[in-house]
């Protein structure tokens, strides 16, 4: 099962960091299938190994949000700045993510309570602006609620 939509606005611990493009949020599970005698089909099956993962792209994302996303520091002000990543540093983990978008006149709010960003692609185009685009994975967190989705 996935959920996409289009655009929206990606929202990382409180602050709006990117206006996004092409959202896919995947619901994944493996399944344990029991079988007795001779049977060819399973008679019963047990899900397990649970996962939220998903992939975005972004236009407009502010510099800062680098650093949540994928680690490093940086210095910024008045929209500009520097961001580094050193040999020893690595993406933040459990941060909340909020994807949002309107269509048709109804907005669509997907909170994420704790995620690990995986990658972050920096797509540089001749005829186009930066487009990162990344993949991200939700994680446990102590309330027990990994996702909520509101419309």
């Given at each position: ?24 949020v995947n ?76 269509t048709d ?47």
């Open positions: 099962m996935a959920l996409q939509f289009g655009v929206g606005k990606l929202t990382v611990s409180g602050v709006a960091v990117a206006r996004l493009h092409n959202v896919t619901f994944n599970y493996d399944m344990a299938l029991m079988r007795g005698g001779n049977q060819i089909f399973a008679d019963a099956c047990q899900p397990f190994n649970g996962t939220i993962e998903g992939s975005f792209e972004a236009g407009e994302l502010v510099l800062s949000a680098i650093s949540d996303i994928i680690g490093g520091t940086g210095t910024y002000a008045a929209g500009s700045g520097t961001w580094t990543l050193s040999a020893t540093q690595f993406p933040v983990s459990g941060v909340q993510v909020i994807f949002s978008g309107v006149g109804i907005t669509c709010t997907v909170t994420l309570q704790a995620v690990r960003f995986n990658s972050l692609a920096l797509n540089f185009d001749r005829e186009n602006y930066l487009m990162p685009g990344g993949n991200f994975q939700c994680i446990g967190n102590t309330t027990d609620t990994l996702i909520s989705i509101q419309m």
